[in-house]
C-alpha cells in the first residue's frame, strides 16, 4: 500500500523498527525512552497508515506479519542510512568538503580579511572555493534569505528578525599621506586637518560625507573633499601624488602603508569606533558545515585584524 507522503511521519518507522527488534511494546518503549501507550499509539497510527496489522499477539510477543518480514529490511535500512548521515553531519572533516562559499563584503574588508581566510581554507579545508560579493546595505537580508550569499561581513545594521548577527570588533579611523607631506609630523592639528584638500570614498556620486555628524557635534564645519573615489587602492594612489588626506580604517591605513610610501596618523579628533558584524539567516543557524565555515571567517577576520576590522566607506 502506497503511504501518503503527507501523512508520514518518520518517527512511526523507528516504533516499527523497535517492535520488530524487542519483540513487544514494553521492551520498544524502554528502548526509545517513551511510554508504552505512546508506542501503542504510534503502532496504531503505522496500522491506519499501511492498511494491515504489522504485528499480531502471539502469548508474550508481538510477531510480524508477513507485509512487516517483507519490508523491514528495507526500512532498517534506511533508518541506518539517516542515522549514519547525522553522524557524518556533527562529525564532518573540513577536508572533504567541496563547495564554494559566498561572502558579502566591501573591498577594504576583501584585501584585509581574504589572505588569511584562504590560507586557512586552503590548509583545513582545500576544497572550498571562495567568491566575494558586493551586497547593496539595504538587500542584505534579502540576499541571506535567497541563498544569494552565505555570510555577509558589515557595519552594525537594522536586520530582521530571521537574520542572525555576531560583532566581530570595533575600528577606529586613521590619516594617511605621502611620506613628504607638510603633516607628516608626530601630532597633526585638528585646524591642520581641516584646512587640508581631502579624497572621500563613496559607492554613490551624491553621498553625503559620512562624518559630517561627528564634526557637527564636534563643532566643526565640512571638510574640503576635492576628490571622490569608488576604491580606497585609487584614493590611497592620489594621496600618494597630491597633498591631498584620506581618512579610513586604521587597519587598512597600515596595510596600504606597508605597500605603499604613505604615512600613517592619528586622526585628530575623537570619532567613535565603527562595529563590524558577520550576519547569516537564520536557517543556518545549526548547520555544522556552516558554523564551521562561520568560526573560519572569525578567526581569520580577527587574526587579520589583530583584534580589530574595518568600518564604512569615509
Known amino acids: 500500500m502506497a503511504l501518503p507522503s503527507s501523512r508520514l511521519d518518520l518517527n512511526l518507522f523507528r516504533v516499527m523498527d523497535a517492535v520488530f527488534e524487542h519483540g513487544g511494546i514494553s521492551g520498544a518503549a524502554r528502548h526509545l525512552h517513551l511510554s508504552q501507550p505512546a508506542v501503542s499509539h504510534a ?17 508474550n510477543h508481538m510477531v510480524p506479519t508477513e507485509l512487516t518480514r517483507r519490508v523491514i529490511g528495507e526500512v532498517q535500512a534506511h533508518l541506518r542510512g539517516l542515522q549514519s548521515v547525522m553522524v557524518q553531519a556533527e562529525t564532518f572533516d573540513p577536508g572533504t568538503l567541496n563547495m ?56 552594525q545594521r537594522r ?11 570595533d575600528e577606529s579611523l586613521a590619516v594617511i599621506m605621502r611620506r613628504d607631506h607638510p603633516l607628516a609630523m608626530p601630532a597633526m592639528a585638528v585646524d591642520a586637518y581641516f584646512a587640508a584638500k581631502h579624497v572621500m570614498v563613496s559607492v554613490q556620486p551624491d553621498q553625503p560625507d559620512p562624518l559630517n555628524a561627528v564634526w557637527a557635534a564636534l563643532g566643526r ?3 574640503d573633499v576635492v576628490l571622490r573615489c569608488q576604491h580606497y587602492f585609487s584614493a590611497a594612489n592620489v594621496v600618494l601624488h597630491s597633498d591631498a588626506l584620506l581618512t579610513l580604517p586604521r ?25 563590524i558584524w558577520m550576519y547569516w539567516h537564520a536557517d543556518r543557524d545549526g548547520d555544522p558545515v556552516h558554523r564551521w565555515l562561520r568560526e573560519s ?12 576590522l574595518t568600518g564604512p566607506s569615509v
Open 159 to 169: 536586520v530582521g528578525a530571521r537574520i542572525r548577527g555576531e560583532r566581530l570588533a
Open 221 to 223: 564645519g565640512e571638510r
Open 100 to 155: 564554494t562559499l559566498r561572502l558579502g563584503m566591501r573591498d577594504v574588508l576583501e584585501a584585509i580579511t581574504l589572505p588569511p581566510l584562504v590560507a586557512r581554507l586552503a590548509e583545513m579545508a582545500p576544497g572550498v572555493r571562495l567568491a566575494s560579493v558586493r551586497v547593496p546595505r539595504d538587500t542584505l537580508g534579502q540576499a541571506l534569505t535567497l541563498g544569494e550569499v552565505d555570510l555577509v561581513l558589515d557595519r
Open 251 to 275: 587597519t587598512y591605513a597600515e596595510e596600504l602603508a606597508r605597500s605603499m610610501p604613505l604615512e600613517v596618523r592619528e586622526l585628530p579628533l575623537p570619532v567613535p569606533p565603527i562595529t
Open 297 to 308: 571567517v572569525c578567526v581569520g577576520a580577527r587574526q587579520a585584524m589583530a583584534g580589530a
Open 43 to 59: 503502532l496504531a497510527r503505522l496500522r491506519r497508515l499501511w492498511g494491515d496489522p504489522l504485528f499480531v499477539r502471539q502469548g
